[in-house]
C-alpha cells in the first residue's frame, strides 16, 4: 500500500467523520438520544427534540451547534421552527442536517428554493418526501433531480402524475409505499371530517 494512498484514505475518513457520515443506515433519534443523554441534557429536553416538540429560541440555537449532526437533524425538520431558526440549519455544513430541514413541513418558498438549489441527492429526496410542498414544486423536484420513485411515493402528498409512474414502473417497493401512503392520506382526510 502506498504511502499516498493511506494519506488520502486517512483524509477522508477525518472528513466523513466530521460531518457524521457513517457506514450504514442513519438513526437520529437513537443516536442523537445517545448523544444528548452522554452531554447531559436532561430527559424531558431529550424528548422533546425527539418528538419535535417547542423548543425554546436560545435551545435551537444552542443545539445548532451541536458537534451531532444525528441532533442537527432533528432540531432542523421540527416544525415549531421559525423561519429564521430554519435558516440555521440550511445554512449547515453538512447535507443530513440540510435534509432535516428539507423535512420541515414549515419552510417558506425562499427557503424551498434555496434547498431546489442544494448539491446533495440527500436534501432532494427529503424535500421529495415532504407532504407540505405544492405539487408543483414536487413535480419541478422529479423533473430536475430525479431522486428516485420511493421517496414520492412515502408522499401522502404525491402528485397523480409521479403516483401513474409508479403504479406503471416496476419498482415494487415505491408501489407498496404508495399504497400505504394513500391508506394514510384517507386516514386523515376521514379523521379531519
Known sequence: MSKNFVIIFLALISFFAGCGFQIGPAFPKRDG??????QGYDESLIETVLTGGRLEHW?????????SPDVRFL??????????????F??????????????????????????LNDRSHTVYCKLAHNPSLSEEILL????????????????????????????????DLAKHHLALSMRRKAREEKNAK
Open 140 to 171: 419541478r423536484i422529479h423533473k430536475e433531480h430525479s431522486p428516485g420513485l420511493l421517496y414520492f411515493a412515502k408522499n401522502t402528498n404525491c402528485p397523480q402524475e409521479i403516483r401513474e409512474q409508479i403504479r406503471q414502473s416496476d419498482d
Open 90 to 115: 440550511i445554512k449547515d455544513s453538512c447535507p443530513f442536517v440540510r435534509s432535516g430541514a428539507a423535512c420541515n413541513i414549515n419552510l417558506s418558498v425562499p427557503q424551498i428554493e434555496r434547498l
Open 59 to 67: 435551545q435551537i440555537v444552542e443545539l445548532s451547534k451541536s458537534k
Open 33 to 38: 438520544r445517545f448523544f444528548l443523554a452522554e
Open 75 to 88: 432540531i432542523a425538520r421540527n416544525c415549531h421552527l421559525t423561519h429564521e431558526e430554519i435558516d440555521l
